[in-house]
């Protein structure tokens, strides 16, 4: 069975290796994921965790690997138009997964750490977590990103440490030929800390960027730490962005994802360990997609200990040709009893040929435990939409109101208000 | 009739000249499959050339497969050459009246309650059942004759109706399906065959039993039911089979053909050895089930109680090709000890205004592992279909495992697919409310569980059903306390 994606992009990252230097705190961790790549290339829609996705029209001879490129045309105004209006937030710019600290904010928050990625391996923090968390012998793209990424962050909040303002990230892709990026990023945040972290994207070129973004999370003991991303793009926009998260005892972590249409691909793998008892994770996502846009979302959530809640809500909207893949797994280990899982995908399809494919799993080897699944693909209710035209209201006005209304059960969990704004206004944009 | 004893006495004649070795009441072809040994199961049968040469492509395609690693479990180490793929019974009785059989199977029959008549077909007491791989006779076949159903033995099939099965044959399960419905094409040995004619309404439940009764031997058996315009029938399939230490491979292939207007309601209650505590011996099940709803408003119905087998594999699936075509899944599967259930359906809507619904049961005991694989897949064309699917989990004890992989594929944007699981375990409460009744424990798990699988259990016909709830409180004898 032929499992691997032949193209020249593939010698092209063997090749980018072979010339790197090999030395350095990451050099071992480099040349494990290194081999592994080299073993498992990238991933043909015969291995179970691509079934529904093709990379193949994605990994195209012409990319070139770039890194750290900054764009002259980058002004203040591009950043400002991405601004998230009415959110007090630190501002973070980086272009390519390079820090542009001239377009950022200071951050003068007490314990609070941010830093270039490779600036920061030195530091016991970066090394006591980086790597710990990501299986690069299953993941066949954390294997290309940890043996090439040269770009991203590290962020760190000490102990006790509460940073109030929320940090939005801005992630700009640009360069002059279609590239293949790999930024990765590492989240600390300790015992009782507590952080919230925002992040959007923006495309100012016009080539094709495949941006393959692996982030590694790690929330200690009782501390708290809230992501959002906010996926928005045009079409030269491709991204694979994988999340690992490490949760220990009693704390709570959140992830909130919106996927807007215009990007051509979207991929997002989330898998979150519960490694400690009483720990809570939500994870909220909402995709509404438009012409023949890929969205595709997997999840893993693992129960490790006794006592632990998760809870997951995932809505789809397909408009026109787009296809939307969800695959959620919930894994609950044999010691991991009074466990509370709860996994849902409801899909709407619009669109005359959009598609969707739902595969939410569960895996329970405890007996004391809550689980529960539900997956529904159907459409909008035309009693209801029969009932708002009969009050006036016109047939678009009428269906964005029932799209709203739908993913409702998802916006409505965002706590901060300006974020919640903007996320209804971008789904009111997007279903033009 | 005739036709059997004729090849059972062809067989006996023959015996010298094709070396077999004879057991006291068995004729076993040699371990080992080649070319060779699907010209003699074919030239054994008499069947017609067209017959063999569909064998021997099937063996082809056969040889150029591999087993699949998809599966949720460990795949025992299988070697198709060191299977005896023939093994006809020399004489119809086994024993001469029921004080002959093993007291222990007996008692198990009483538990069940199963009809004196049954317990002696089951036990091999002279009555005509599905022996081993010939099947020697079939019940009620001059009364189904007057309404022209053909009830008869596949290998009966083959020479008196050969235009019926050479139209069919294969048809809703290829050979090249996958590697075990290739073998079973290659190899079948016999099985059941089926025609309701137009317009009639099959008045009795059909039903065969199947033993596996010699050791070594994999069965593969072949079914094939064909439901003209407008007729109805209810086709029940039970298992026994005796205790094995060996493992014994079974790997069927069943199709159903519902035309316009039809209707097949297909049963099944599998409780074959499932192996000792530790998970030796027992029966691997893998078996390919398929039917396809070809004319417009006809209906398919699968409902299985699956208690046995150490390895049980299958996916009951139906084709709904006709529109406003319907088909049913309803299971209940329970492991214990080391039994492995790897089980589930696929419901293909390719007509319009096509309907589904899927009722899994799941239930897991002491090491078992029970997974529900299940995919639901709307076709662009398949507007306004509907599914709705519910599957459901019960673990008893803390090492045993549940798991749900449910597909999901929707191309049509006025279909409407629904699905939901729950894993859960008997509650305390339950249990203390039934134990302070008076009830003890083991019988209060039982009542607890039969109420769980009721949905499914109240699709079985009347004596079936009774049968199965029997089943379902022994199987889990043993798992509490």
Known sequence: MNTQITSSLYDQCIATYNTEQKEGTLAAIRKQAFTSFQKNGFPSTKVED???????????????????ETSTALTKEIIESALIPGLDAYIVVLVNGQLQKTLSHQINEKGFTLLPILEATELPAFQQ?????TDVTKHHLTAVNTALFKDGLFVHLTKSQVVEKPIHIIHVSTAKTDFFTQPRYLYVVEENARLKVVETYITTTQVKAVVNQLTEVFVGKSANFQQYNIQTGDANAHFIQHTEVFQETTSVYNNYKFSMP?????????????DGEHIESHMYGLYLSGGAQLVDNHTIVDHRKPNCQSNEHYKGVMQDASTGVFNGKIFVQEDAQKTNAFQQNNNLILGDKASVNSKPQLEIFADDVKCSHGS????????????????????????????QAFAFDVTDKIPDESIQDFVNGLIEEGLK | MSTDLEILNQVEAEEYKYGFTTDIDMEILPKGLSEDTIRFISSK????????????????????MELPSWQNFEMPEFDFQDISYYAAPKKKTQYKSLDEVDPELLATFEKLGIPLTEQKMLAGVAVDAVFDSVSVATTFKENLKELGIIFCSFGEAVQEHPELVKQYLGTVVPSTDNIFAALNAAVFSDGSFVYIPKGVRCPMELSTYFRINAQNTGQFERTLIIADESSYVSYLEGCTAPMRDENQMHAAVVELIAMQDAEIKYSTVQNWYPGDKDGKGGIYNFVTKRGICKGDRSKISW???????????KYPSVILKGDRSEGEFYSVAVTKNKQIADTGTKIYHIGKDTRSRIISKGISAGNGQNSYRGLVQVGPNAAHARNFTQCDSLLIGDRCGAHTFPYIESKNNTAMVEHEATTSKIGEDQIFYLNQRGIDTEKAVALIVNGY????????????AVEAQKLLAISLEGSVG
Not at chain 1, 50 to 67: C, G, M, R
Not at chain 1, 263 to 269: A, C, K, M, Y
Not at chain 2, 453 to 464: I, R, S, T
């Open chain 1, 50 to 68: 691509w079934k529904y996705t093709n990379l193949k029209p994605f990994i195209q001879d012409n990319l070139q690997l770039v890194y750290g």
């Open chain 2, 303 to 313: 409902t299985q109680v699956e208690t046995g087998s150490s390895i049980t594999w």
């Open chain 2, 453 to 464: 699988c009721k949905e499914v259990l109240n699709q079985l016909p009347m004596e079936f």
């Open chain 1, 376 to 403: 529904t693909i159907g459409q909008f209710n035309n009693e209801a939409l029969f009932y708002l035209k009969t009050r006036g209201i016109g047939d678009e006005k009428a269906k964005t109101l029932l799209v």
């Open chain 1, 262 to 274: 215009g990007i051509s691909f979207l991929r997002n793998n989330l898998h979150i360990a519960l």
């Open chain 1, 129 to 133: 977590h980086f790597g710990k968390y």
């Open chain 2, 45 to 64: 049968k008499n069947e017609p050339e067209w017959l063999l040469e569909w064998r021997l492509k099937a063996f082809r395609q056969f040889e150029k």
